[in-house]
């Protein structure tokens, strides 16, 4: 298997220092150690690419102190929508890299769908417009990523915790699925342990205001330990689930989109991690990929 994340951990549970952005000053409100309830929520400044879509970079600090800063993306379901690609389903003959699904799609923001064996074989359920992708559910992996719902009165978007809210292959609630780990649930509870095992890694989470995170580590990191940071120092996340990890892992926005931040008074410092120039990129089977939704989009 290609991913740093093995399916064990389920079970069994770059930039280091502090990153000084113009625009983006952070201030954290509470130690990621302690009760998810006795935390003050975040202060986080965003600087808005276009409505429905911002970026960010949180430094957890001190009280994280395996965690390094946060690449975070926040997007509004209600503003865009979300795809699942699939190199078998493309007709490609391989998986490409994420500039090549950027270039093929043109979508708006792209990021590594979950996990995959050597033969790049999909772990997990996979469903792109309503339609299977040859996938078989993960039997201990809970976590569901879905969007575009069938029914007009389900939200746009979700983290779904299979442990908890059901999901019918027969009769799919949502048109576009990826499932992997579940990281933190409704209750703030990490639901791995601790195994050592550190990697880069992709996390996707809700916030309490329904919006989807796309958070990207700078460092190594292990899960739990990304798990317990993101748990106390960043309450307003609802739900999380980790995506593929290692090498796999991996974040574009389109050059259109990141004109805010290239063209500012300062230079974004992570801007290279935005644009897909700053890290190696290993070819992907799967992505997901967001687009605007029809007359939604206004700088």
């Known amino acids: 298997m290609r991913s740093c994340i093995n399916p064990a951990q389920e079970r069994t549970s770059s930039i280091r220092g502090r990153a000084t952005v113009v625009c983006c000053v952070l201030f954290l409100a509470g130690a990621c150690l302690l009760p998810r309830d006795s935390v003050a929520a975040q202060e986080v400044s965003w600087i808005n690419l276009v409505e429905g879509l911002a970026v960010t970079v949180w430094d957890p600090g001190a009280r994280c102190k395996e965690v390094s800063p946060l690449l975070l993306v926040k997007v509004d379901p209600e503003r865009f929508r979300f ?15 994420i500039q090549e699904w950027q270039q093929r799609t043109d979508a708006s923001l792209l990021f590594n769908a979950g996990l995959f064996r050597e033969d790049y074989s999909y772990l997990g ?66 639901r791995i342990r601790q195994t050592g095992k550190r990697a880069h890694q992709t ?59 290239r063209n500012g008074p300062e230079p974004f410092q992570w801007y290279s991690l935005l644009d897909g120039s700053g890290t190696g990129h290993i070819t992907l089977p799967a992505v997901i990929g967001i687009q605007p939704r029809i007359g939604s989009l206004h700088p």
Not at 83 to 97: C, Q, R
Not at 232 to 237: L, T
Request: with cysteine; net charge negative; glycine share 8%.
């Open 83 to 97: 795809s699942i690609y699939h190199f078998l389903d493309e007709v490609l003959p391989a998986p490409v890299t």
């Open 125 to 190: 359920l996979l469903f792109k417009e309503g339609r299977p992708l040859g996938t078989k559910r993960h039997p201990r992996w809970q976590g569901l990523f879905v969007a575009e719902p069938v029914n007009p009165g389900l939200r746009k978007a979700h983290v779904l915790d299979l442990a908890f809210e059901p999901f019918r292959e027969d009769q799919p609630p949502y048109r576009e699925a990826a499932q992997s780990l579940m990281l933190l649930d409704r209750t703030g509870k990490p």
């Open 203 to 261: 996390v996707v989470a809700e916030d309490e205001e329904g919006h989807i995170l796309l958070i990207k580590t700078s460092d190594i990191v292990t899960l739990r330990g990304l798990a317990d940071c993101l748990r106390g120092g960043f309450p307003s996340i609802r739900q999380a689930m980790a995506m593929d990890g290692g090498s796999s892992s991996d974040l574009l926005i389109g050059s259109e989109l990141l004109k805010p931040l």
